[in-house]
């Protein structure tokens, strides 16, 4: 049987320079690979001009570079958002989504020279994936509704981003927001989604500044606080989707075992630990818990907690019900959490004509 190539993005720089050591280069060597791979953006051997001929040949015969095949691509009508299907060699399939915000069309109180030319910061923000699947099975979740498949490796998830990086590049733009939004349960992942983490965050290499990074969990109370402990300067969200724990385990099964109280008591220790702010998601449904009341009850339970909501229109799926609320209800729950002194955003829903949602399309290819 022929060794399955090792993917290239699995290796942390000690990891390679072991790798490279064993063929017998020279210690400088990982360094210049992890700088082609990270700062050049090299998706293939054949880039690496400044290596010997013969050690890009063992490099393509032993390492993998793109771990995944582009199933199908969808670009949003307005043209802002991009999502890409990718299809795993064992047939599994993820997504990873790209918003671009920011750019004149988009927001026209911007002014043009603010936004456009080199070195104009437009948000672009990437939503990746941490597993195949979702084994939480979140009802109003299309993920949730597909399933559990497999978790990531920390390369796969690496290289969602440098396949966006990649693709901008040749327009002179990068990746300046990534969240772990996209298939899977981040916390269900732990260390090799906190090993991406760490991997675009190497000064030596991609150099991603955690602080753009943003991790979303179901709540999982006993990694909450392991985060927590690590200190880790990366953005945590909550979804949480019910003030209430009948309520919420109606919608979402994680809440036999973890009470809304349990979360919210790990949440505020990562709050006294971090000093940082913790975002609530929280998914609007039309007469499920969009109601000045439920805001009413959420306001009271957030009360004293550094953070804020961060409500979205329902993205409604295949498998669920529910719709989402309107923009009016939409801002008459923003104002009463607001009244109570719970900051909210109510977020405009991005893509919706090309399944932008979590989950969504491979939902709608994968059967
Ligand atoms: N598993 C993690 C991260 C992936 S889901 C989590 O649940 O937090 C990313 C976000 O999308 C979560 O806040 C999730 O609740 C939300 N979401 C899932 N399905 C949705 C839908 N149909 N409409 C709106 N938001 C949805
Ligand atoms: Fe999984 Fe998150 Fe979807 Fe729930 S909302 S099923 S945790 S991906």
Not at 191 to 203: F, G
Request: charged share 25%; aromatic share 8%; proline share 5%.
């Amino acid at each position: 049987m022929t060794p399955v190539p090792t993917l290239i993005y699995d290796l942390d720089l000690p990891a390679l320079s072991d790798l490279l050591k064993s063929w017998g280069e020279p210690a400088y060597r990982a360094k210049q690979i992890w700088q082609g791979l990270y700062q050049h953006l090299y998706n293939s051997p054949e880039q690496f001009t400044s290596l010997s001929k013969s050690l890009r040949e063992r490099m393509a015969a032993e390492l993998t570079f793109i771990p995944f095949k582009v199933k199908t691509y969808l670009d949003s009508s307005d043209g802002f958002t991009r999502k890409t299907l990718f299809e795993l060699p064992d047939g599994n399939l993820i997504e990873a989504v790209l918003m671009r915000y920011g750019d004149p069309a988009d927001n026209p109180q911007i002014s043009t020279s603010a936004t456009s030319g080199r070195g104009a910061r437009k948000r672009r923000t990437l939503c990746i994936s941490t597993q195949a699947g979702c084994a939480m099975g979140c009802v109003f979740c299309a993920t949730g509704q597909l399933g559990y498949k497999r978790n990531l490796s920390s390369g796969e998830i690496v290289a969602q981003v440098m396949y966006y990086a990649q693709m901008l590049k040749p327009q002179d733009e990068v990746v300046t927001n990534v969240v772990f939004m996209g298939m899977g349960e981040p916390f269900h992942n732990y260390d090799n989604t906190l090993a991406a983490v760490d991997r675009l965050n190497d000064a030596d290499g991609y150099n991603f500044g955690t602080r753009r990074m943003t991790i979303s969990t179901v709540g999982l109370v006993p990694q909450i606080r392991r985060f927590a402990d690590e200190q880790r300067q990366v953005n945590l969200a909550i979804s949480l989707h019910a003030a209430d724990d009948e309520e919420r385990l109606a919608i979402m099964p994680v809440n036999k075992r973890y009470k809304i109280d349990e979360v919210l008591d790990a949440c505020r220790y990562y709050v006294d630990k971090t000093h940082r702010r913790v975002t609530f998601e929280w998914a609007l449904i039309s007469g499920v818990n969009d109601t000045p009341e439920v805001a009413r009850k959420l306001a009271a339970r957030l009360k004293g907690l550094l953070c804020h909501v961060n409500a979205i229109p329902l993205n409604p799926t295949a498998g669920y019900a529910g719709q989402a609320t309107d923009r009016e209800r939409a801002e008459i729950f923003k104002q009463t959490l607001e009244q109570a002194g719970i900051p909210c955003t109510i977020r405009m829903r991005r893509g919706i004509d090309i399944q932008a949602g979590c989950g969504q399309l491979a939902g709608a290819v994968g059967k």
